[in-house]
């Protein structure tokens, strides 16, 4: 241990700092250990500790300047101090300080083991080098406290470079003893292993050994099967789950078909079979698929048990086969007649052929001949010309008690499907129809709001209501035409009788009439009339004042010329109103749904065969009106709502309003007034 180690350790201060006093005191190298016990320190701040008696006897003369903490080293004269002059009781370490030592105020002579306590020394406060000739670690020569000495430095062998022996977990691994040292850090050489891995799944590493003999080493796997991430090369797929499948081993393993002697073609003699090559040869995935022919038509020398003559040209004709084949008449041969007779008069027959050859048949002669008394009625017959015919509805001809027959049947009537005739309804057909109320309004910009109801718009942009309305019922204006007028409304009574006065059936459609109108004829064109009922008010006595069919409802009219008047029976002609039902009126393109709807007329001739007077009238709702959307063709309001053009509907130029309330006096909408003529048609349902 060097000087300066042992000045700086608490625990020897008090020794080192009494010897030094002594060798100053002494100045010379007598026998320290004889005089270190008492040997008192002068010179420091504890001058009281100085005996008195021993200054007054003269050993240590005190300068008069010496005070306290004053002292100094200069002060002292050492030749006047002897080690009896020391009480060592009066020295304590704090007494020395350790900056006023140095290296050359020791005498190595002065210093004997004596002086040094061993439970003032910790072991790190010894350096070995500085200990004496008693220990020197690397000498070869074990002493003291050393465990062994061999006199190298190689910390690789028994003894350490610190004179101690070896040990697993001093961080040096010990040549040919230790395998690694659990003391050095993961990772660094010679560091005990925690965990053996290998890249290579049949050569696992596994960890044998513990402590500093722990060590890894290789543990090849030498057997098929275990699931262990190995496939050696004498395993396969089918003993070995680690294994893939591997085409060419000669193993036929999952996925393969076969493997080294794969099939590269298939073939065989019979026409009747198919042979498929499928998969692939090369990837171990090759097979014949034989199969049979089931086709029926291909020349392919090749007749299925499920194929004939009929549909397939390599079969021959076969009596049994079920199938009835060119030459044969029946098949199998017990379904084959063995004898001719149809139970039919009008029949004569031949037999020929076999059941057994299945080709038995019989030949037919048909009478043709309308001729009584031989119990046939020949198809060409009828009851009128054969005594042996009943009468057949159906057949157009009337026979018996039918009343018609198809087109048998007299005019005016049509024909019922049991041949009963009844009376055709009488039809006519509309051929002026004008909107008398409410009018409809359109906002023309500058030009102002016009009453189009009867005029036409502005520079002739657009005809009025009334003129589109009589050019759609008059003609056929489609591009091409299509031989039909454009709307031709119809009212049928069924039947029409005027001298009846109770309610009929009355129908009213909108049905296909030809053109011309002047030779036109109706049909319903599959449409179904919307049934009502109607009443007649016959014809008035001279006398008697007119009788009303139908006329406007109280303050629903808007005071429009012409008006709006009451169809009333005259006293030559009889008029009739339906019952309230729900019709639709096509007005210029818009089709305009009347609620609350009634038709009246009054007739012209005797039978009538025209009404010359009539009207119709409904209520449509302003909610309705509302949803209806004016075709995007008429110019000016077209996509606009219906009710826009009516005077007190919305976004209406008008400043008067048309609008009315319905049946049930709170609703608002507008009654609809129209006026017609109309003349009977020829009609067909």
């Known amino acids: 241990m060097s000087l300066n180690t042992l000045i700086r350790t608490p625990f020897l201060a008090a020794t080192v700092g009494a010897w030094l006093v002594a060798a100053m005191v002494s100045g010379c190298g007598g026998d320290s250990s004889a005089q270190l016990g008492q040997v008192d320190i002068i010179g420091g701040p504890n001058l009281s500790d100085v005996d008195a008696p021993d200054a007054a006897a003269g050993d240590v003369t005190v300068p008069p300047d010496i005070q306290g903490v004053d002292t100094n080293e200069a002060d002292v004269d050492p030749a006047d101090v002897s080690p009896s002059d020391v009480d060592p009781t009066d020295v304590s370490p704090s007494d020395v300080n350790p900056a006023d030592v140095s290296p050359s105020d020791v005498n190595p002579a002065d210093v004997s083991p004596s002086d040094v306590n061993p439970a003032d020394v910790n072991p790190p406060d010894v350096n070995p080098i500085d200990v004496g000739p008693e220990q020197e670690c690397g000498n070869s020569i074990r002493e003291g406290t050393e465990a062994c000495d061999d006199g190298n430095e190689d ?81 396969n797929a089918n003993g070995d789950a680690d294994c893939a499948p591997q085409c060419g081993n000669g193993v036929i393993e999952a996925g393969e078909t076969c493997d080294s002697n794969c099939p590269t073609a298939c073939t065989d003699d019979d026409p009747c079979t198919t042979n498929t090559l499928v998969g692939n040869p090369n990837l171990c995935t ?14 392919d020398s090749c007749c299925p048990n499920t194929c004939n003559s009929i549909n397939d040209g390599d079969c021959s004709v076969r009596c049994g086969n079920g199938v009835v084949e060119t030459g044969e008449t029946c098949d199998p041969p017990g379904s084959c007649n063995t004898q001719c007779g149809d139970n039919d008069a009008c029949t004569i027959h031949t037999a020929t052929g076999s059941a057994a050859n299945c080709n038995f048949s019989c030949s037919f002669v048909t009478i043709a001949s309308c001729a ?49 005739a009844t009376r055709l309804p009488t039809v006519f057909r509309l051929n002026d129809l004008d909107l008398r109320d ?65 309610a009929q059936p009355f129908g009213f459609l909108e049905g296909l009439c030809t053109s011309p109108m002047s030779t036109t004829t109706c049909t319903s064109c599959g449409r179904t009339p919307t049934w009502t009922t109607y009443t007649v008010s016959p014809a008035t006595p001279a006398s008697d004042t007119a009788r009303a069919c139908l006329g406007p409802r109280a303050n629903t009219t808007g005071g429009y010329t012409p008006a709006v ?8 002609q009889s008029c009739y109103v339906t019952a309230a039902g729900a019709f639709a009126i096509d007005v210029a393109g818009v089709t305009v749904p009347l609620q609350f709807a009634q038709i009246a007329g009054r007739f012209s001739g005797n039978p009538p065969v025209a009404v010359d007077d009539g009207m119709i009238m409904g209520f449509v709702s302003q909610a309705v009106a509302d949803t209806i959307l ?38 608002p909408g507008w009654w609809f007034y129209f006026r017609y003529v109309s003349k009977q048609v020829p009609y067909t349902p």
């Not at 659990?182 to 560091?191: C, S, V």
């Not at 014949?288 to 020349?299: A, Y």
């Not at 159906?394 to 009343?403: P, V």
């Not at 016009?450 to 019922?473: H, K, W």
Request: hydrophobic share 25%; with cysteine.
């Open 372 to 420: 009584g008394n031989d119990a046939c009625c020949p198809s060409v017959c009828n009851a009128t010309n054969d005594s042996d015919c009943s009468p057949v509805c159906g057949n157009n001809i009337r026979e018996g008690g039918e009343g018609c027959d198809g087109t048998d049947t007299p005019a005016g009537f049509m024909c019922s499907t049991d041949c009963v």
């Open 630 to 667: 004016l075709p995007d063709s008429i110019p000016l309001i077209g996509g606009k709502p219906f009710s826009s053009v009516l005077p007190g509907g919305k976004d209406n130029c008008a400043r008067h309003s048309d609008l009315d309330k319905g049946p049930d006096g709170t609703t």
């Open 438 to 502: 409410p009018h409809v309004y359109v906002d023309f910009g500058w030009l102002g709001c016009g009453d189009m109801t009867d005029n036409g718009a502005p520079f002739g942009l657009a005809p009025s209501v009334n003129a589109q309305l009589q050019r759609s019922i008059t003609t056929d204006t489609d591009d091409p035409p299509d031989g039909f007028l454009n709307v031709s409304l119809v009212t049928i009574f069924n039947p029409l009788n005027i001298g009846v006065v109770t």
């Open 286 to 299: 090759s097979a014949c698929v034989t199969g049979s022919v089931s086709d029926c038509g291909p020349s």
């Open 565 to 572: 008047t009451t169809v009333t029976a005259t006293t030559q």
């Open 155 to 235: 910390e690789t062998d028994g003894c350490l470079n610190s004179c101690q022996n070896a040990f697993c977990g001093d961080g040096k691994v010990r040549l040919n003893v230790e395998d690694c040292d659990t003391a050095l850090p993961a990772g660094q050489p010679g560091a005990c292993p925690i965990t053996c891995t290998s890249n290579n799944p049949c050569t696992p590493s596994v960890m044998l050994g513990s402590d500093c003999s722990a060590r890894c080493a290789i543990s090849p796997i030498g057997r098929c099967g275990p699931a262990d991430g190995c496939c050696l090369p004498q395993c």
